[in-house]
């Protein structure tokens, strides 16, 4: 058993550490099979193209509520139990998705994909826990590096999948794999059991006060909602664009969405930069790129493959924006020190996917009254707000990078 001290004396081994990376990624993954597939699956089930958006969106939505109340429930609950209860909630909510007959249904199965989906949030730290002191970023580093790319490669993948078997196949896939995944995790993973020194309700109750009295927290996560809104824009509308525009099969979208992949070599660098200080620089950068690799597919459209060669830069040099400035922030986060570190980071991933949320019902209402235009207008938009709020960082700084709270 491992309680909430952690393994000081033992070292994660290699296969334990790999195994969680790979959960992760492949739970991760839930959250974005249905991106490259708005089309498909608006077709079947009968939505109009204004609502395609949503698709998405409530997916995120599910997830955020899961960050909100489930991730806390592992500070006052058996782990493994809670991790098997709610994979076995996403095989259900999976195989509804795959079988659903139309939209509401269909709906109902994304929120629940979404709240299920937040098992990952419960493995990462369960990997800290269980890594000894001198290994334990290391261990949180390759944990992270396997949802990065469970993200990165879950699109890809789904369009692939598509191609070959229609847009159900996915789902019913991946319920398949996660359930393979429950039962090795049901008998790979050690118990821990959190010490029972909090309740839920005080930790629920707490996260208002977190959220007021830590300007870092809400700096950061106001950064990354910004400039994942404009990731889930992006990808949202992309698919419905490259058909509409390119002609583009899904297969040909399979390998679009595989470009983006490239994107995921920023996550280790913006890392190891950071730990030299360059924190606020770096973040500089990612905002500007965002806003760079949006504005110039907006100011450049049309159906020439010079157009089709810029969104491809696009989808690659806006990956890597969203994917390091997302371990930057991290790292600012993690470095308060807070015996609140996971209530931290929940309502962190909550603000910044609350983002994403409103991106992806942005793309859908957009693409619908003023195509690719007002969408990638929009899409530029979103990261000149956080240029803008970035602006004002400097002379708070000193105020934000020594914030603490230990309740």
Same mark, same amino acid.
């Given at each position: 058993?491992?309680?909430?001290?952690?393994?000081?004396?033992?070292?994660?081994?290699?296969?334990?550490?790999?195994?969680?990376?790979?959960?992760?990624?492949?739970?991760?993954?839930?959250?974005?099979?249905?991106?490259?597939?708005?089309?498909?699956?608006?077709?079947?089930?009968?939505?109009?193209?204004?609502?395609?958006?949503?698709?998405?969106?409530?997916?995120?939505?599910?997830?955020?509520?899961?960050?909100?109340?489930?991730?806390?429930?592992?500070?006052?609950?058996?782990?493994?139990?809670?991790?098997?209860?709610?994979?076995?909630?996403?095989?259900?909510?999976?195989?509804?998705?795959?079988?659903?007959?139309?939209?509401?249904?269909?709906?109902?199965?994304?929120?629940?994909?979404?709240?299920?989906?937040?098992?990952?949030?419960?493995?990462?730290?369960?990997?800290?826990?269980?890594?000894?002191?001198?290994?334990? =970023? !290391?261990?949180?580093?390759?944990?992270? $590096?396997?949802? /990065?790319? &469970? *993200?990165?490669?879950?699109?890809?993948?789904? +369009? @692939?999948?598509?191609?070959?078997?229609?847009?159900?196949?996915?789902?019913?896939?991946?319920?398949?794999?996660?359930?393979?995944?429950?039962?090795?995790?049901?008998?790979?993973?050690?118990?821990?059991?959190?010490?029972?020194?909090?309740?839920?309700?005080?930790?629920?109750?707490?996260?208002?006060?977190?959220?007021?009295?830590?300007?870092?927290?809400?700096?950061?996560?106001?950064?990354?909602?910004?400039?994942?809104?404009?990731?889930?824009?992006?990808?949202?509308?992309?698919?419905?664009?490259?058909?509409?525009?390119?002609?583009?099969?899904?297969?040909?979208?399979?390998?679009?969405?595989?470009?983006?992949?490239?994107?995921?070599?920023?996550?280790?660098?913006? =890392? !190891?930069?950071?730990?030299?200080?360059? $924190?606020?620089? /770096?973040? &500089? *950068?990612?905002?500007?790129?965002?806003?760079? +690799? @949006?504005?110039?597919?907006?100011?450049?459209?049309?159906?020439?493959?010079?157009?089709?060669?810029?969104?491809?830069?696009?989808?690659?040099?806006?990956?890597?924006?969203?994917?390091?400035?997302?371990?930057?922030?991290?790292?600012?986060?993690?470095?308060?020190?807070?015996?609140?570190?996971?209530?931290?980071?929940?309502?962190?991933?909550?603000?910044?996917?609350?983002?994403?949320?409103?991106?992806?019902?942005?793309?859908?209402?957009?693409?619908?009254?003023?195509?690719?235009?007002?969408?990638?207008?929009?899409?530029?938009?979103?990261?000149?707000?956080?240029?803008?709020?970035?602006?004002?960082?400097?002379?708070?700084?000193?105020?934000?990078?020594?914030?603490?709270?230990?309740?």
């Amino acid at each position: 058993m491992v309680n909430e001290q952690g393994n000081q004396d033992n070292r994660i081994s290699s296969w334990m550490m790999f195994l969680l990376a790979a959960a992760c990624g492949l739970i991760v993954a839930n959250l974005y099979y249905a991106q490259p597939l708005v089309g498909p699956i608006r077709l079947a089930t009968g939505l109009s193209a204004a609502a395609a958006g949503f698709i998405v969106t409530v997916t995120q939505i599910g997830y955020v509520a899961g960050l909100l109340f489930i991730v806390p429930l592992s500070d006052v609950m058996e782990n493994r139990r809670l991790t098997k209860i709610m994979l076995m909630v996403a095989v259900g909510a999976l195989l509804t998705a795959g079988l659903a007959p139309n939209a509401p249904l269909f709906f109902i199965a994304a929120l629940f994909i979404g709240i299920a989906s937040v098992v990952a949030q419960i493995l990462v730290p369960f990997a800290a826990y269980l890594a000894s002191e001198d290994q334990r =970023g !290391r261990v949180v580093g390759n944990v992270m $590096s396997g949802l /990065l790319l &469970g *993200i990165m490669f879950a699109r890809p993948l789904a +369009s @692939f999948v598509t191609s070959l078997w229609g847009w159900r196949a996915i789902f019913i896939l991946s319920a398949i794999v996660i359930s393979l995944l429950t039962v090795l995790l049901s008998f790979a993973l050690p118990v821990r059991k959190p010490l029972p020194a909090v309740r839920y309700q005080k930790i629920i109750l707490s996260l208002g006060a977190i959220l007021q009295q830590t300007p870092s927290l809400r700096r950061r996560a106001m950064y990354q909602a910004c400039l994942f809104g404009a990731f889930s824009l992006f990808w949202t509308v992309v698919p419905l664009h490259l058909a509409d525009h390119f002609g583009m099969s899904q297969i040909g979208i399979a390998w679009f969405a595989l470009v983006g992949v490239g994107g995921a070599i920023a996550a280790p660098i913006a =890392g !190891r930069l950071a730990d030299k200080g360059w $924190s606020q620089m /770096l973040t &500089g *950068i990612a905002i500007v790129v965002a806003v760079l +690799s @949006f504005l110039i597919i907006h100011l450049f459209q049309s159906s020439s493959a010079f157009a089709l060669i810029l969104l491809f830069a696009s989808a690659i040099t806006l990956d890597m924006a969203v994917s390091g400035n997302l371990v930057i922030s991290q790292r600012t986060i993690y470095s308060l020190g807070s015996e609140a570190r996971g209530r931290l980071n929940g309502l962190f991933m909550a603000i910044f996917f609350v983002g994403g949320a409103i991106g992806s019902s942005l793309g859908g209402w957009s693409y619908t009254l003023g195509g690719w235009s007002l969408t990638s207008l929009i899409g530029t938009i979103l990261p000149l707000l956080a240029l803008g709020y970035f602006l004002t960082e400097k002379r708070a700084t000193g105020r934000i990078e020594h914030t603490t709270l230990d309740s």
